[in-house]
């Protein structure tokens, strides 16, 4: 897997829009992007993913950069149940496993 | 449906024992993977299962570590002669290809305590 970068923590304000930064200068062509999240003690979930076009489902939005070397996770109206830890992750085309980085913690603040 | 079930949920056994831990994949879902995450860490890959492929094990920390998946379903890890440093969540994932790449759907975890 490719590494990214995150920021190490972010806050926000709930009811507020939360754009969560990824870098990643090294990306191939045929690398996905995939963002996962980890509520306090759970196991991962599944966020969003894209490949290039920008996308949308009902739990956020991905916007890709057009040079695809960097990415955000946009949450639209966070709540306190969004407080969690946010893996951008690079996936090649017939990859397996994930290598899960640091992350970012998002504190929402009531 | 039912999501990724794990049992049990807590384990707490003896230095220098053996456990078992099971996880019931998502039906339907071929590839099925275990991670573990020690307090405060990310997440480490230990083996992943496709099908009736040989195992990718790779991510083993030891000999003590082995896993097995019965008929392309259940799957159970076992770690012999627990140690410490063995004491974590261990959380599995299964998955199925969707637009090219996969969505892993990860278990609630077993957090096993090695005293």
């Known amino acids: 897997d490719a590494k990214t970068t995150q920021p190490n923590s972010m806050e926000s304000n709930e009811e507020e829009p939360v754009h969560l930064p990824c870098n990643h200068s090294?990306?191939?062509?045929?690398?996905?992007i995939h963002w996962y999240r980890q509520l306090p003690s759970q196991g991962p979930e599944y966020v969003i993913h894209g490949l290039t076009s920008n996308v949308n489902n009902r739990m956020a939005s991905l916007a890709i950069a057009e040079d695809r070397k960097s990415s955000t996770l946009i949450l639209h109206r966070a709540t306190l149940r969004d407080a969690a830890v946010y893996y951008c992750i690079l996936r090649d085309v017939g990859d397996d496993k994930i290598i899960f980085g640091k992350g970012t913690r998002l504190h929402i603040l009531p | 449906g039912a999501g990724v079930s794990q049992s049990p949920s807590n384990k707490v056994t003896e230095k220098g024992k053996d456990v078992e831990l099971r996880c019931d994949p998502i039906?339907?879902?071929?590839?099925l993977y275990w991670y573990r995450q020690s307090l405060g860490q990310g997440l480490e890959f230990l083996i992943y299962f496709q099908g009736n492929s040989a195992p990718d094990k790779s991510g083993l920390p030891s000999d003590r570590f082995s896993a097995e998946r019965t008929g392309g379903s259940v799957s159970t890890l076992t770690i012999q002669r627990t140690q410490q440093e063995d004491s974590a969540v261990y959380l599995c994932?299964?998955?199925?290809?969707?637009?090219?790449?996969?969505?892993?759907?990860f278990g609630p975890g077993t957090r096993l305590t090695v005293l």
């Open positions: 039906s339907g879902h071929t590839a």
């Open positions: 994932a299964s998955s199925v290809l969707a637009g090219g790449t996969d969505t892993q759907y």
């Open positions: 090294t990306i191939s062509g045929t690398d996905y």
